[in-house]
């Protein structure tokens, strides 16, 4: 037996052993720890195989002293005697039924369909492996900013805790990490970039993706708000648009400019209540393929997302312009904390520091005729 090898972290340690699919050795981690007076110690992964830290493997031990989770030996007799195992695919839809019939639902139900059911529908959590998710994780990471890819791997974790809470299933057996939000990103474009990414919208052919970029731009709505946007919303009579449930606030209104009129009195309607229909009329839940075909038509950043950097645009249009304040910012937004609204402070600063300087310009301009004058 190889000896133990003490780590930093209290009751781990690991043993080397000839590594799984590979040459060479890696560290197997263990834990100790007390239970009803009883030392255990625990097996709990491998270096490689199992994507195992001492950081990690901490983790797991605290969390086993906590009653939080199952020892490997407890989740293989799960897996030998309790039958049938429901896969992730039916998980969803018992779960589904215990949430409400909202626009919270449908859009879970977007994520679900499209990014998750393809990939592990017919697994069932436990045969889950890290190396599937990190996958899985790169695969989104093309397409997805980094607080949609959070999204619907929460999604996937609440539905395997929705099956393990009601004896339905085994749990995913590791942790599932999200990617790193950066919230305070403005994705701000530069008049150049802004001209080519309007040329490309309009030599484009989905009407719906165009018209979704340019109200993005002219009115700052959030991609979700478009995708729920129906005619019912607009009104043309007031100028204002009213937006339900904006990223789980209250109701909101916000006001119809005259290019925004334009462009959705001009765009088609079709049988849907939605302004940009998905399919069969439904909410839409995607359109990212004509949006990176106009993003690469336009030579824009790989990391630019159209519609959420287009809003960021309309931001900071507003904010350098030295015309509108914070506050008023804030209420076009719709931002519930006004510290959302900071990350455009510097662009307001600016401004009312080139307005200070024409200011002083004058002044000086004066102070400098009436020198001359008195010579």
Sequence with gaps: MPKRIKTNYPGVYFRKAKRIGGKGVEKVFYVTFKKSGKMIEEKVGRQFSDDM????????????????????KEIKKQQDYKAPFLTIDDLWEKYKTTRKENKSLATDTGRYQ???QPYFGNKQPHDLQLTEIDKFKNRLQKTLSPQTIKHILNLLSWIVHFGVKRGLCSDIPFHIENPTVHNETTEDLSPNELRKLLNAIEQDEN??????????????????????????DVDFHRKFVSLMDPKGGPDQKIPLNDIAEKILQSHPRTDSQF???GKNGHQRVDISKPLRRIKKRAGLPKDF?????????FASNLASSGEVDLYMLQKLLTHKDPRMTQRYAHLRDEALKKASSVAARIVQGITEEKGHDEK
């Design 53 to 72: 830290t001492p950081a990690r493997a901490a983790g797991i031990r605290a969390d086993r002293i906590e009653g939080k989770r199952l020892s490997r």
């Design 114 to 116: 499209n990014y998750l």
């Design 207 to 232: 009407i719906n993706a165009k018209n979704m970029m340019k109200l993005a731009l002219f009115t700052g709505l959030r991609r979700g708000e478009l995708f729920k946007l129906k005619w019912s």
């Design 275 to 277: 302004v940009f229909p």
């Design 305 to 313: 997302r159209p519609l959420h950097g287009l809003r960021h645009t």
